[in-house]
């Protein structure tokens, strides 16, 4: 059931032909996807699978599947309640359109990468982190101020400045000879398949993600700092909007 991840190559995709290779109690299985499963941080895809007849299966989540042997990019869609009777006809085998919910997506990008620039706006390891399509709420562990007015004064700088967003790969061995990459400290890095995705924003930041991303800082638009606020004695918690 191993799915191959089309968005790890090009998140812009919104849709592609894929066979249902499976479907149990986890959702629908498929040899490969567009969809990006929740991890790292990031909310999974919704959307739609269409059959060859036209019946459009709508799709709630996408999450990792779990089985013997499966892989960080093996995905299941996971079915919108109230389908039941028309998911009892799926088997095997039958040709679907898989088509992102693209303007959820988009915002998941602008979102996750906004994140990214964060972490060059305030050099402290992330204690957590969650990219929805409505915010980024980042975790830092800093017991020093932060200055609201500051950041988001330097995250409209880095946001305007163009900067390219490019992905590069190194082996699962290069990763772990390079500890000073990883700045989460509640998620581990993508490894697993023998390489690691590296996220680089030009000029700016460089650590390990597969998530999905815009391909220039200046498409996240105008973002802020929503909330400002002292999580715990040694952690401060932001969260990021779209404006």
């Known amino acids: 059931m191993t799915t191959r991840a089309l968005f790890r190559d090009d998140a812009y995709l919104t849709q592609c032909e894929a066979t249902l290779t499976a479907i149990d109690e986890q959702g629908i299985h498929l040899d490969q996807t567009v969809f990006y499963p929740l991890g790292g941080g990031q909310a999974g895809d919704s959307g739609v699978l269409t059959l060859a007849d036209g019946t459009r299966v709508a799709i709630a989540d996408t999450r990792k599947a779990k089985f013997e042997g499966a892989t960080p990019d093996d995905a299941v869609h996971v079915p919108a309640p109230g389908q039941e009777a028309l998911l009892a006809r799926l088997s095997p085998g039958e040709r679907v359109i898989a088509e ?117 800082t200046r498409e996240i638009g105008a973002v802020r700092v929503a909330k400002l606020e002292k999580k715990s004695a040694r952690t401060r918690r932001l969260v990021l909007e779209l404006a």
């Open 100 to 216: 992102i919910d693209w303007a959820r997506r988009y915002r998941h990008m602008r979102l996750h990468t906004a994140s990214h620039l964060m972490c060059a706006v305030l050099p402290y390891a992330v204690d957590g982190c969650s990219i929805t399509s409505e915010y980024a709420r980042l975790d830092f562990a800093t017991v020093e101020p932060i200055e609201r007015e500051q950041v988001d004064a330097r995250l409209a700088e880095l946001v305007g400045g163009a900067h390219g967003v490019l992905t590069e790969w190194i082996t699962d061995e290069q990763m772990a000879e390079r500890p000073e990459l990883v700045r989460t400290m509640s998620v581990k890095p993508p490894v697993g398949l023998g390489r690691v995705r590296l996220l680089r924003i030009e000029s700016v930041d460089l650590q390990p993600c597969g998530g999905t991303h815009v391909r220039n």
